[in-house]
T-cell receptor, first 110, second 115 residues
Framework: LAKTTQPISMDSYEGQEVNITCSHN???????ITWYQQFPSQGPRFIIQ???TKVTNEVASLFIPADRKSSTLSLPRVSLSDTAVYYC???????????FGPGTRLSVLP | GAGVSQSPSNKVTEKGKDVELRCDPI?????LYWYRQSLGQGLEFLIY????????KSGLPSDRFSAERTGGSVSTLTIQRTQQEDSAVYLC?????????????FGPGTRLTVT
């Protein structure tokens, strides 16, 4: 199971773009990269998932370089409501994404 | 449609008592997971069910913890002889069981406090 490393915390201001990078040096060929968001007193919520290159949805973009040893979650024009903990997970199938690290605590300031 | 539900939302119990926590996954989801989250910490995997296969219990912290999944749907996590260190939020998640891309859907959690 690939280990992930991400910053413990980040601060940003409303309207800015936020990029959170996750390192996963020993990612396996079949592994996907998944990001979750967690608000206080709630369970995590799926944000985005990708395998390679770039994925974009209505919430975020995920950039994955060719070597796949890292990934960057990009949140465009954050608002106060984006203050949350963001988790990066790497795994190959429904049974493997067990390891949620401490995540990145994003604080969006007015 | 209905999401993952958990009950109770809060549970306060005395040290040494047994507790049962319930999870109702999304209909049709054959994979079900239990996690534990202590205050300010990440999620700790406890146990995973997939269909009729034997569950992966590798994350259970002690033999005081057990879980069942009846009929491939509802799951119950039981903690016997609770200790203060068991105090945490217990989260349940379910997903479609397919390889490759998938996502876990989480319930709101049960906050367990052992006094």
């Amino acid at each position: 199971l690939a280990k992930t490393t991400q910053p413990i915390s980040m601060d940003s201001y409303e309207g800015q773009e936020v990029n959170i990078t996750c390192s996963h040096n020993n990612i396996a060929t079949n592994d996907y990269i998944t990001w979750y968001q967690q608000f206080p007193s709630q369970g995590p919520r799926f944000i985005i998932q990708g395998y390679k290159t770039k994925v974009t949805n209505e919430v975020a973009s995920l950039f994955i370089p060719a070597d796949r040893k890292s990934s960057t979650l990009s949140l465009p024009r954050v608002s106060l409501s984006d203050t949350a903990v963001y988790y990066c997970l790497v795994g190959a199938s429904y049974g493997q994404n067990f390891v949620f690290g401490p995540g990145t605590r994003l604080s969006v300031l007015p | 449609g209905a999401g993952v539900s958990q009950s109770p939302s809060n549970k306060v119990t005395e040290k040494g008592k047994d507790v049962e926590l319930r999870c109702d996954p999304i209909s049709g989801h054959t994979a079900l997971y239990w996690y534990r989250q202590s205050l300010g910490q990440g999620l700790e995997f406890l146990i995973y069910f997939q269909g009729n296969s034997a569950p992966d219990k590798s994350g259970l912290p002690s033999d005081r913890f057990s879980a069942e999944r009846t009929g491939g749907s509802v799951s119950t996590l039981t903690i016997q002889r609770t200790q203060q260190e068991d105090s945490a939020v217990y989260l349940c998640a379910s997903s479609l069981a397919r390889s490759g891309a998938y996502e876990q859907y989480f319930g709101p959690g049960t906050r367990l406090t052992v006094t």
